[in-house]
Nanobody, 115 residues
Framework: QVQLVESGGGLVQPGGSLRLSCAAS????????MGWYRQSPGKQRELVAA???????TYADSVKGRFTISRDNAKNTVYLQMNSLKPEDTAVYYC?????????WGQGTQVTVSS
């Protein structure tokens, strides 16, 4: 069974930065599209950013220019660098590993942006 373990969440002031990490195990990491999603209370889970096995990236419009997704296939890890954080970025952030027809999720890490 695939395991995805997120880390790096926490409390940060508006304008600050955080880097999330997601370590994957029991997976052929390099062939999966890896993504970060987020969900805040009362809202649906939404895609934040994703990176394909070939390195192509996609971002939600709300985070373009502020967030950067990257992957290290040697370490089976995907990262999300979040800069210029805003209160509306507050959510639980989930790591996802996707290779049709299978999709796996981590347990989530809380990010709170507040002064």
């Amino acid at each position: 069974q695939v395991q995805l373990v997120e880390s790096g969440g926490g409390l940060v002031q508006p304008g600050g930065s955080l880097r999330l990490s997601c370590a994957a195990s029991r997976i052929i990491f390099g062939i999966h599209t890896m993504g970060w999603y987020r969900q805040s209370p009362g809202k649906q889970r939404e895609l934040v950013a994703a990176v394909t096995s070939g390195g192509s990236t996609t971002y939600a419009d709300s985070v373009k220019g502020r967030f950067t997704i990257s992957r290290d296939n040697a370490k089976n890890t995907v990262y999300l660098q979040m800069n210029s954080l805003k209160p509306e970025d507050t959510a639980v952030y989930y790591c996802n590993a996707d290779r049709y027809p299978f999709s796996s999720w981590g347990q989530g890490t809380q990010v709170t942006v507040s002064s």
